[in-house]
Structures are given as C-alpha cells and as structure tokens.
C-alpha cells in the first residue's frame, strides 16, 4: 500500500528494511533530548548567573521567561514551515540557529546580551522541535511507531531531570573558570553533530499540496499566545497588575478571531495555519485536551518542588539534582514498555493507570513532607518519587502516540505543532498558579528560622491541587480511543504510512 501524503528525497530512508532512518531518529531524539534540557538546566545555574554576570532580577526573570515566551509562541508557525518547506530543511535550519544561539549564550558579554541571546535560542528550538515527531510520523510505518513513540517517552523522562543534574555539575565543576558558561556551550558539540549528520541521515519529507504560509494566522496566532503567556510569566513579580488580566482576556478574543479566519482561510485555498479539521479527529482533539492539563501538572511540581528543596531545606543545586534520578529512571524504564507492551493489550487503560499512579506518588509525598519536614532526606523522598515516575512514563509515551496516530500524514507538522504549543501553554498556567497554590501560603516576611516549615506548608498545599488536577487528568482520558488505531491486531497498516512503503499485512 502506498499514500501520496509525503515526498521523499533520493535514497529515503522510509523503506521498512532501511537501517539509516534509526540514525535519523537518533539525531531528532538527540535534539529534542538538548531543548529539554535546555529548558530545565538554567533554573539551576541562575544565583551562579546573577553573582558573575551581575543580573538584575527582572533580566533573570527574562534569562528564563524569554526563551519559553519565543518557544511557544513560534510552536505552530514552526510545524507549519516543514509541511511548507520539507522538515528536513527546517529542522537543519532550527539546529544550526540553535547551536549559534547557545554560542551567543556561552560568550555573552552582559545580561543584556544573554537575554537576546535566549529569545533567539527559543525561536529556534520553536523551529526544530516540531520537525521531530513530524519526521518520525513520516519515516516510520505505523507498525513501528509504539517502539519509537515509547524511545521519546525515555527521552522525555531524562530530560526532565537530567537539566537539572547536569546544570548542577557544570555549574560546581567551574570547567575554565567559566562559572555558568558551560551549560550553554556544551550545546555546539552536540549541535555540530546533529546538523552534520542529519544531512546525511534524514530524509525530506512535506505536505503533498503546495501549501503557502498563513502570515495573518502567525500574527494572529503569535499575538494571542503572547497575550495570554506574558502575565502569567510576568505577573507575580509586578504584583498581577490590572493590565495583566486585561491582556489574558483579549486574548481569548484574539483566539476567536484567528479561529474565525483559519475557517475562511482552509475554504479559500486549503492553506491555513492551524489546521482546525484536526479537532474533528476524536483522538487528537482529546489529546490536545490531556496534553494541556498535563503541562498544567508539570508547571506546578517542577518549580514548586526545586524551590521546596533548595530554598526551603537549604539543598545545594547538586544534591537536588542527584535527589531526582530515581524518577528520571523510572518515567525512561515505564515509558519504554507502556507503548511497546501495554498499550496494545489495555490501550488508554495504561494512560489511566499512569495518572492514578501519579496522584498516590503526590499524596505520599505530601505525608512524608509532614512527616519528616525539614529533615527528610533525599533516599526517603525515592518513594513517591519512583512511583510518580511510573506514572509519568505511562503517559508521555502513549499520549504522544495517540494524539499523532489518526492524524493524516499532510498535516504531521501543524499537529506536532499544536502538541508541543498547548503543553508549553499548560506549562505556563502551571507557573503561573504557583504564585497562589505555593507563594500564597508562605509569609513573605518570614523569620529565617521559619523558612523550612513555611515551604513545607507551600509544598503540601501545591502538590494537593497537583493530586487534582491529576483527578481532572484522569476523567478527561476517557475520551480517547480506547486503543490506538496502529496497534491494531495484526500490525494493520493506517492511511499515513510514507510514501514507496511496502504494503503491510
């Protein structure tokens, strides 16, 4: 069976028999793998920042808001480019700006110049990120893709620790008397690599039609995420000005009116940025719904739980760092066996399972929390850590599966996308609610002595809404498929399989 819903480049590597798409997946894992990182491993070097580099507040506020602001908001328009262009040629492109921003990072000369730095290095990865669930969509059968599907699972797993860990290291170490410049520098070898070997290993793939880029719709699109994400990231630290809400509220009216004219938009010349039949997809719509309520999840516990560890016990950067290997390894050894084993025998069951898991990993650590308080140790924390990391690994990986496996093959790119945009939004209203779930209970005048227990008090206080939220997590799963159509009994084929595919059977 063949589909004309891809264009290959001489000598693609799509074919089932093909070795060299394994190689192309491990460059596009290896980037995906270095924005995680990335996003992660500043948190950690910022007092080591803010001594040598003579940071303000707001400029470290901006260290770390403007990369995530220029991710999220270039999301859409970055899926978009590869149907457009070729994912290919757009992830070289995203790569190689990638790898020159976090040069300008390493070498910034002031803060000024690291804060434009970290926009930029967020633009690209909004241009690189996209291209690879894109080019393991277009490279790899439907047979296939659990495997793969459960690999980014792992990838996901070590990247939401190992910044951290690896900030800690870089950081402590003082390679060259570079203080904090290591944790951007370390990004060229890596990159270099990536961009010379996807040339060789990575084949093109773009959307069927001749598509045309929907500059209204980015500006639309751009604007509104701006809009909504600028308060949140900001507004704790001006005191939640008028103004603020204000800007979140237009932006619901942005939201409107971009989707108002991406409907005109796909019925004039079928070139829309947002490709809104997607949502008529059950899976995807569903998908999207989880992916954003999960981001939500991931917002509140990764700030309020490296605050509570380094603030509020008085843990250096590396003993928080090495506290969180336990869960890295567990979300990388469930997530690879959810997609391979589970889901094809239990389907959206294991993604339940995976939040349930997650809410009894929180309300142990809330019990231990009180329990110990400020002198629990970090092999006493191993507990409900492993079991959240169970449960995040059942479902990072299957949830990518599901929300890509009935999308047609022509809009892979809008759809890896909207993936990754709605979970940064997610992430976003989770940072921005830890003003009021954590901040909120902890006295902002408190006696030094007080600390430990006021940030107990907030850690206790935001993981219960992280228990609910999960709750909320749960319920919306049962509108996903219960399994996901790929994993089929028999190994049937879906209508997305790349062109010059062998029939499957």
């Avoid at 495997?147 to 910044?163: E, N, P, Q, W």
């Avoid at 409907?263 to 997607?278: F, Q, W």
Wanted: aromatic share 8%.
């Amino acid at each position: 069976m063949t589909s004309p819903s891809t264009t290959s480049a001489p000598g693609s590597p799509a074919a089932a028999g093909d070795r060299r798409r394994w190689f192309a997946l491990a460059i596009v894992m290896t980037a995906a793998f270095m924005d995680l990182v990335d996003v992660t491993i500043v948190n950690i070097a910022i007092p080591s920042i803010q001594r040598d580099a003579g940071a303000s507040f707001s400029q470290i506020q901006w260290i770390t808001a403007g990369y995530s602001l220029a991710f999220a908001a270039g999301l859409v328009t970055g899926g978009r480019l590869g149907d457009i262009h070729g994912r290919k040629r757009i992830f070289l492109i995203g790569i190689t700006g990638f790898t020159v921003a976090s040069a300008l990072c390493g070498f910034a000369a002031n803060p000024e110049m690291l804060v434009a730095s970290r926009i930029l290095q967020g633009g690209m990865a909004a241009l690189m990120v996209p291209q690879v669930l894109s080019i393991v969509h277009a490279t790899f059968p439907a047979h296939e893709r659990g495997k793969v599907f459960g690999l980014f699972g792992m990838i996901v797993g070590l990247g939401a620790v190992s910044g951290p860990l690896l900030g800690a290291l870089l950081t402590e170490w003082n390679i060259f008397g570079l203080e904090w410049r290591p944790i951007f520098l370390i990004n060229l070898p890596v990159g270099i690599a990536g961009i010379i070997l996807g040339r060789k290993f990575i084949s093109e793939s773009k959307a069927p039609r001749a598509l045309k880029l929907d500059l209204v719709g980015v500006v639309l699109v751009t604007a509104g995420l701006l809009m909504l994400l600028y308060p949140l990231t900001r507004g704790r630290e001006l005191g939640w000005p008028v103004w603020g809400h204000v800007m979140m509220a237009g932006s619901l009216v942005v939201f409107g009116a971009l989707i108002a004219y991406e409907k005109r938009k796909a019925a004039k010349d079928g070139s829309p940025l947002v490709e809104l039949s997607l949502f008529k997809v059950k899976s995807f719509a569903a998908g999207i719904a989880v992916q954003t309520v999960f981001g939500v999840t991931l917002g509140i516990f990764f700030l309020v739980w490296t605050l509570y560890m380094q603030v509020g016990l008085g843990w250096t950067a590396l003993r928080a760092g090495l506290t969180g290997v336990p869960f890295s390894i567990a979300v990388s050894a469930a997530a690879g066996i959810s997609v391979q084993k589970l889901v094809p025998r239990f389907g959206r069951k294991v993604l339940q399972t995976g939040a349930l898991a997650m809410a009894v990993g929180v309300l142990i650590y809330i019990w231990e929390a009180g329990r110990y308080g400020a002198d629990i140790a970090p092999w006493q924390m191993a507990l409900p850590l492993v079991v959240m990391g169970v449960g995040m690994g059942l479902i990072v990986a299957p949830l990518t599966d599901a929300v890509l496996s009935e999308v047609p093959q022509e809009h892979a790119g809008s759809a890896s996308g909207l993936i990754n945009t709605v979970q940064q939004m997610g992430t976003a209203l989770g940072l921005g609610l830890v003003s009021v779930v954590f901040f909120g209970v902890i006295d902002e005048h408190v006696r030094p002595d007080r600390i430990p227990a006021e940030f107990v008090d907030g850690f206790q206080n935001a993981l219960w809404w992280v228990a609910g939220v999960l709750a909320v997590i749960f319920l919306v799963m049962f509108a996903l498929p219960a399994k996901p159509k790929q994993h089929v009994e028999g190994g049937e084929a879906d209508a997305t399989v790349p062109e010059k595919e062998p029939a499957l059977t």
